[in-house]
């Protein structure tokens, strides 16, 4: 069982670019949920999702920022138009999240 | 929706004392509260949880204990070391909906 993977670890764009973030949820999850973590702060909820469905988006930024979970392949957080303020870590943790959540590895996200 | 609180936010003990860490929530439907510990440029990871039907739980070093009627939780390590030293965050959840966590305490122990 490899665990929840992300990739890339550390990822480094440009203003203005786009970012996209992959995270393979553990073997026999199917949710997905994605936190982001600035520097010297807390884990904060973005985006809650199933196979094929955004569950719980609330914590997401309306504009430049979307996720997916495709019935195959990885789930995607997208951020389009990178700003600095986008430079975090965004980790992945894959569910049910009222027993042990599993937290992916994180990517670094740094903006310059 | 949820909101939880955590104090401090930065602890410095002795090795050898004991540390205790505090959390607040405001849901009273939360029914699961675990506790995740992260070291520099890692992954959180969990130490242990606590259920509302439980009012205590310990594991070695580690015991958390749990308040419902004034909705507050703790955790307690004794005889630090100084691999202890980490990030500690709460947590709150109910269900399979999304863990909402404090801001965290950076706990060091001083050898």
């Known amino acids: 069982n490899a665990g929840v993977m992300q990739n890339p670890r550390h990822l480094v764009r440009r203003r203005g670019q786009e970012a996209r973030l992959r995270c393979s949820p553990m073997?026999?999850?199917?949710?997905v949920y994605w936190y982001r973590q600035l520097p010297e702060e807390g884990l904060k909820f973005m985006v809650y999702l199933q196979k094929e469905n955004i569950i719980d988006e609330s914590g997401m930024p309306k504009e430049r920022f979307s996720a997916e979970f495709p019935k195959e392949g990885p789930s995607i957080l997208r951020i389009q138009q990178v700003v600095r303020g986008d430079s975090a870590a965004y980790f992945c943790a894959s569910g049910p999240m009222n027993t042990e959540a599993f937290f992916g590895q994180g990517t670094r996200l740094t903006v310059v | 929706g949820e909101n939880v609180e955590q104090h401090p936010s930065t602890l410095s003990v002795q090795e050898g004392d004991s540390a205790v860490i505090k959390c607040t929530y405001s849901?009273?439907?939360?029914?699961?509260f675990p506790w995740y510990k992260q070291e520099l440029g890692k992954r959180p990871q969990l130490i242990i949880d606590?259920?509302?039907?439980?009012g205590e739980k310990k594991d070695q070093r580690i015991a958390v204990t749990l308040n419902k009627t004034a909705k507050h939780f703790s955790l307690h390590i004794t005889e630090t070391q100084p691999e202890d030293s980490a990030v500690y965050f709460c947590a709150a959840g109910k269900g399979n909906t999304p863990l909402v966590f404090g801001k965290g305490t950076r706990l060091s122990v001083i050898a």
């Open positions: 073997k026999g999850h199917s949710h």
């Open positions: 849901d009273s439907a939360s029914n699961y």
């Open positions: 606590i259920r509302s039907n439980v």
